[in-house]
C-alpha cells in the first residue's frame, strides 16, 4: 500500500485569478525581496483584495536555502497576525519555508525539525490553509510535501516533510516564470528534467506517478531550449512551468535517486545550485545504473523518441541525449565545466562521499554505490568520462 497526494491544482494563463476565489479574512504572504521588486506581490494583493481580503501581511525575508531561524521568526509574526491564509509566493526555497510556516503556525506543540515522513494526523488547514504560487519552473516545491531548510546553529541541511504539509492549492501561472533570466530558467529546467527521470527509475516508483514522470520529461525535452532562448516564447514558458509542477506531483509520490544525493553532495561543498547540480549528474548516474534498470531507460529513450536499439544500449543512448539537451542550453557537463579545479575536488573528496553517503535519496537508488565507487563517480564526472563500473 502506498498513497499518492497532491495539492488542488489551477494552471495556465491567469491562474492567478483563482485567488479572487478564496475565502478567508487575512493572508501571510511568504516571499522574497526580487518578487515584491518585481511587483509580484503587488498582483497578488490586487487578486486577494478582490476576495474581500483585505488585510495582507508580507514577510519577505526567505533566503536562498531557507534557514529553520527565518522560519521561526516567520511562525512569531504569523502568531500576532493570525492569517487563515499563507501565500507561498517564490521558487522552492519560499515554498518550502512556507510550508514549514504554516505547520509551526498551525501546531507550535510540535518542533518543525520533527515533521517527518511518518509523522502524520497533524490536523493542518483548520486554522490556515496554504496556497503556493511557483515563480520558477523546476523545483516542483509547489506540488510536494518535502521541506529542506538549513539550521545555521549547526552548518546542516534538514530534509523535513510530511504528507499533511502539502499546500491545500497550487496556481501555474506562467506569467511568474517569464521573468527568470535564461541562466535561472536552464538551472531549474534540469531540476525538474532529472525529477521526471528519477522519479520514474527509483526503487518507490509506481504506476500512479510514472505517467506524470514520462510527460514531464517530454515536456522539458520539447520547451526547455525555447524557454532559455527566448524567454518571451510564452507557450515554451507555459509548459516548463507545467512540467516542473508534474514532475513534482510525479517524483513528490515516488521519490529522486543517485543524481539528487551526488548534487545535493557537490552543492553543499561547492555552492552549485541544485538544478545545475542534479543535472550535470543525471547522465552519470543513468549510466551508472544501465543494467539496475535497463528496460526503463529504454522506456524513457522512446517516450522522447528516441532510436534505442535495445535495452541494453538505452542508458547510453539516454545519458547521450541529455548531454546534448543540456549543452545546448549551456550547462556543464562535467565538475571541471562547473568551474570547480580539481585541487579543490580531492580536497574535499572525503566530505563529498561522506554527503552523498548519507543522503536520503540514496535509499531509493536501484543501485546503491559503495563509497569507492561514489568516489569513482566524481573523478568521472569531474573528467567527463562516460561510466563503464
Ligand atoms: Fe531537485
Not at 514549514?100 to 488547514?125: C, K, N, Q, S, W
Not at 532562448?229 to 543517485?258: P, Y
Request: aromatic share 6%; hydrophobic share 45%; proline share 4%.
Amino acid at each position: 500500500m502506498w498513497y499518492f497526494v497532491v495539492p488542488e491544482v489551477v494552471f495556465g494563463e491567469d491562474a492567478l485569478s483563482h485567488l479572487a476565489e478564496l475565502k478567508g479574512t487575512a493572508a501571510f504572504i511568504v516571499t522574497d525581496k526580487n518578487m515584491v521588486r518585481l511587483g509580484f506581490v503587488g498582483k497578488v494583493k490586487e487578486q486577494l483584495a478582490l476576495a474581500g481580503i483585505t488585510r495582507a501581511d508580507v514577510y519577505d525575508e526567505v533566503e536562498p536555502d531557507p534557514s529553520l531561524q527565518t522560519v521561526h521568526k516567520g511562525i512569531a509574526v504569523m502568531q500576532d497576525f493570525e492569517p487563515d491564509w499563507v501565500v507561498a509566493l517564490g521558487g522552492g526555497s519560499v515554498i518550502d519555508a512556507a510550508k514549514a510556516m504554516r505547520a509551526g503556525y498551525e501546531r507550535p506543540d510540535i518542533p518543525i525539525e520533527d515533521i517527518a515522513p511518518f509523522v502524520t494526523g497533524l490536523g493542518l488547514g483548520a486554522r490556515c490553509k496554504l496556497v503556493c504560487i511557483p515563480t520558477t519552473s523546476g523545483t516542483g516545491a509547489e506540488a510536494t510535501w518535502a521541506i529542506v531548510l538549513v539550521d545555521r546553529s549547526e552548518q546542516r541541511k534538514m530534509g523535513l516533510g510530511s504528507r499533511d504539509v502539502l499546500a491545500e492549492l497550487t496556481l501555474v501561472d506562467p506569467i511568474f516564470a517569464a521573468a527568470m533570466p535564461p541562466q535561472v530558467t536552464a538551472d531549474t529546467g534540469m531540476d525538474a528534467l532529472t525529477h521526471g527521470v528519477e522519479g520514474f527509475t527509483s526503487t518507490f516508483k509506481n504506476d500512479i506517478s510514472d505517467g506524470l514522470c514520462l510527460r514531464a520529461v517530454q515536456l522539458v525535452f520539447e520547451y526547455l531550449p525555447r524557454a532559455v532562448s527566448n524567454g518571451s516564447d510564452m507557450e515554451a514558458r507555459e509548459k516548463m512551468h507545467n512540467a516542473a509542477c508534474i514532475a513534482g506531483m510525479g517524483f513528490g509520490n515516488s521519490m529522486a535517486a543517485l543524481a539528487h544525493a551526488l548534487g545535493h553532495a557537490l552543492g553543499a561543498v561547492f555552492h552549485v545550485p541544485h538544478g545545475r547540480a542534479v543535472g550535470l549528474f543525471l547522465p552519470y548516474a543513468i549510466e551508472y545504473l544501465r543494467e539496475a534498470r535497463a528496460a526503463l531507460w529504454a522506456e524513457v529513450g522512446h517516450a522522447i523518441r528516441l532510436e534505442v536499439e535495445n535495452e541494453q544500449k538505452a542508458a547510453a543512448v539516454l545519458a547521450q541525449a541529455i548531454r546534448h539537451l543540456a549543452g545546448s542550453i549551456n550547462q556543464p557537463l562535467s565538475i571541471e565545466e562547473a568551474g570547480i579545479p580539481l585541487e579543490a575536488l580531492k580536497a574535499n573528496m572525503n566530505k563529498l562521499v561522506e554527503n552523498t553517503t548519507a543522503d536520503t535519496q540514496l535509499v531509493t537508488t536501484a543501485r546503491i554505490p559503495s563509497e569507492a565507487d561514489t568516489e569513482k563517480l566524481f573523478r568521472y564526472a569531474y573528467d567527463r568520462k562516460s561510466v563503464d563500473f
